[in-house]
């Protein structure tokens, strides 16, 4: 089991080297440095070449990656050039948004998802797996940030009930600062619940045929027990992974609906870092957000040695 | 055909889709109004007010705009997808060929590519070679390459432990001929289905990336940015958000549905 996590665990460190060197690389291989991006096509020479020295963008890419690979183990992320702030506090501060923005939507996709998945597994072509797959088909197909518009329109157009975007901040109490991101999360929540609902009901489904299922059910356990005891744990696995899986998109649902809600948190930093061609944090963002899903699919590895004791048994 | 018949998915999902590709093919040709045709005197119309879906803050044709938008969504994201199933198949199958630790290296490599949301490689793109059509289909297409490369490998190295390709292999048949005359035929299905389904998610991706300023500059009509320009007038026009999400969520429900029931009917073994 040691020698199964640190061989992953050496593995997800060169995972991350690599995509840090890739992106790098590709920032390097795009036309136009990030100097001449900074100031534009108005800029002198001079201006230019000082810039470019100042970002130390005259040292060789392999010293250039070095030295930033230095200071990202320290915690440096370098300098944002539009707010004139370490990108790393930048970062930091935004997560606390995004995070919780993230795990509500998570949660609620969860919540949503497993109930209905095996309620429709259990009762499999009747009513519950019509209105399941139903669910699953249309919350699939719609775009988390019209649904985030569509809430905006009913809850707080129409109805009133809620704020149509923006974020008092933490510090204004739990409640509001909850409140900010209920619609949002919901709106993220929806197409994952799509995908994790669809994957609940087909791994119940064949879990529940499984022998021992079968034997849960005849020592005269309830349906239900049977189910949610013995089955349903068992079905959890590709489900996990599924939520894994699904956490690039998550990312991505993220950096829209934050657009729509206008909540401060990283996707916005990240989309306003563009508008204002702030290379050195769009080149951050991207970075820690590939990062992200990279350590979220190996802590799903891992789960999946927990939950699953024949991978914990033979070397995969 | 009766075990086409017999699929209501699939139907359904063929006439969404042929509606969408004739609405877009169409609108080539024709459009109820002309997509750019500015009349402020009627601006944010309701629909039937004037024209049939009503009009936009410019007093533009939604219905027409949400045609040309159909077109310029889906050639977008059907060139993105043909360029990332190509370039995925042509890995896996190499891959498949080669095994050892040009899979590893690969498969790595793939790993790494489908950490980076294609929203931001696009954004990323966007920063240096500017944003635009050309800016969106590379970065959905990068996306793609590990999917399909996936897939491939995975459904390929099946088809290379069979007995012909086993025989194949010992009449002394080269790789690169086995990989043209056995496995791509033996794959080809899967490459279908997944192809329909990822371009429900390219659907899906443009629209995300044209509502963040990153598709096609306007005046083009994208129905991305036509959510975008929506925002303002979420009270008094709201069917300005609500048509053109209901394009790309039935554009793309159409396509999932399809690959679905394309599933079912190419490869009946899995039916799960």
């Known amino acids: 089991m040691i020698t199964l996590i640190a061989r992953r665990l050496a593995g997800l460190i060169i995972t991350l080297l690599l995509v840090s060197a890739l992106i790098f690389a590709v920032m390097d291989f795009l036309p136009g440095d990030p100097a001449s991006v900074i100031l534009g096509t108005s800029a002198s020479a001079d201006t230019l070449a000082a810039l470019r020295q100042d970002m130390g963008l005259d040292q060789p890419l392999v010293l250039r990656y070095a030295a930033w690979l230095g200071g990202v183990l320290q915690g440096d992320l370098g300098q944002s050039y539009t707010y004139g702030v370490p990108v790393a506090g930048l970062i930091a501060e935004r997560l606390a948004v995004t995070i919780p923005l993230a795990f509500i939507a998570v949660l609620l996709s969860i919540v949503i998802a497993i109930p209905l998945g095996v309620q429709a597994a259990r009762h499999q072509n009747g009513l519950m797996d019509v209105v399941a797959g139903l669910f699953s088909h249309v919350s699939i197909a719609v775009p988390a940030f019209w649904v985030g518009l569509l809430l905006i329109i009913l809850f707080s157009t129409v109805l009133g009930w809620m704020p149509a975007g923006g974020f008092p901040g933490w510090g204004s109490g739990f409640w509001a600062a909850f409140q900010a991101l209920l619609l949002p999360a919901v709106a993220l929540a929806l197409p994952q619940a799509g995908v994790l609902t669809r994957v609940t009901r087909s791994a119940v489904l064949e879990v529940m045929n499984e022998d021992f299922v079968r034997t849960a059910r005849s020592k005269g356990l309830s349906e239900n027990t049977a189910l949610w005891r013995h089955a349903v744990p068992n079905a959890l696995i590709p489900v996990v992974t599924m939520l894994g899986l699904q956490f690039t998109f998550l990312i991505a649902g993220a950096v829209l609906v934050e657009n729509v809600f206008n909540l401060p948190g990283v996707g916005r930093l990240a989309f306003q870092a563009l508008a204002q061609r702030d290379v050195v944090v769009m080149q951050d963002v991207v970075l820690f957000f590939a990062a992200l899903v990279i350590v979220m699919n190996f802590l799903v590895d891992l789960a999946y040695l927990i939950i699953d004791p024949r991978l914990r048994a033979g070397v995969r | ?272």
């Open chain 2, 1 to 272: 055909m009766s075990s086409v018949l017999r699929r209501p998915t699939f139907l359904i999902g063929l006439v969404i889709t042929l509606f969408l590709v004739s609405v877009a093919i169409v609108s080539l040709f024709w459009t109820p109004l002309s997509p750019s045709k500015m009349q402020i005197v009627h601006k944010l119309k309701a629909p039937l007010e004037y024209g049939l879906l009503g009009t936009d803050q410019f007093g533009r044709d939604v219905a027409s705009m949400l045609m040309v938008g159909a077109w310029n969504s889906l050639s977008t994201s059907l060139l993105a997808v043909a360029i990332g199933a190509t370039l995925g198949t042509a890995v896996g199958v190499y891959v498949a060929a080669m095994r050892g630790f040009t899979e590893t290296v690969v498969m790595r490599a793939c790993d790494i590519i489908f950490a980076v949301p294609p929203i931001l490689s696009a954004m990323l793109l966007g920063a240096f070679i500017g944003s635009g059509r050309f800016t969106a289909i590379i970065a959905i297409a990068v996306f793609m390459v590990p999917v399909f490369a996936r897939l491939t490998l995975g459904a390929a190295n099946q088809i290379w432990t069979r007995d012909y390709v086993t025989a194949a292999i010992g009449m002394g048949r080269n790789r690169a001929k086995i990989t043209f005359t056995h496995i791509l035929p033996n794959i080809s299905n899967q490459i279908i289905v997944q192809v329909t389904i990822q371009l429900g998610l390219a659907i899906l991706t443009e629209a995300g990336l044209s509502f963040l300023g990153l598709g096609m500059p306007p005046p083009a009509p994208t129905w991305g940015r036509m959510l975008s320009d929506a925002q303002t007038f979420l009270g008094p026009a709201p069917w300005l958000a609500l048509l053109p999400g209901l394009a790309i969520a039935i554009a793309v429900m159409g396509l999932n549905m399809l690959g679905d029931g394309l599933r079912d009917l190419l490869d009946p073994r899995d039916q799960t």
